[in-house]
C-alpha cells in the first residue's frame, strides 16, 4: 500500500471513488487518501452525492470506525 502524499495535481473525480471504496474495504484512512479528499473539498468538486458519502466518512472516523494509519 502506497502512503506517500501525491503530487499536487487537479482533482480526478474517480480518484475519489477508489479512495472512498478502499477505505470502506480497509476501515483505515492513510495520509494520501486525506490529501485526495482535501484537493477534492479545496477544488470544489463534489457533487451533493458525494459531499453525503464523505459527510459519513467523517462521521465514521469520529467514531473510531475507521483508523487514521
Same mark, same amino acid.
Request: glycine share 2%; charged share 30%.
Given at each position: 500500500?502506497?502512503? #506517500?502524499?501525491?503530487?499536487?495535481? #487537479?482533482?480526478?473525480? #474517480?480518484?475519489?471513488y477508489e479512495v ?6 480497509? #476501515?483505515?484512512?492513510?495520509t494520501a487518501d ?5 484537493k477534492a473539498f ?28
Amino acid at each position: 500500500m502506497d502512503n #506517500s502524499i501525491p503530487e499536487e495535481t #487537479s482533482f480526478v473525480p #474517480s480518484e475519489l471513488y477508489e479512495v472512498l471504496a478502499r477505505i470502506a474495504a480497509s #476501515s483505515q484512512i492513510t495520509t494520501a487518501d486525506q490529501a485526495v479528499l482535501r484537493k477534492a473539498f479545496l477544488e470544489d468538486q463534489l457533487n451533493e452525492e458525494e459531499h453525503r458519502v464523505v459527510d459519513r466518512l467523517h462521521r465514521a472516523l469520529l467514531k473510531g470506525r475507521i483508523k487514521v494509519v
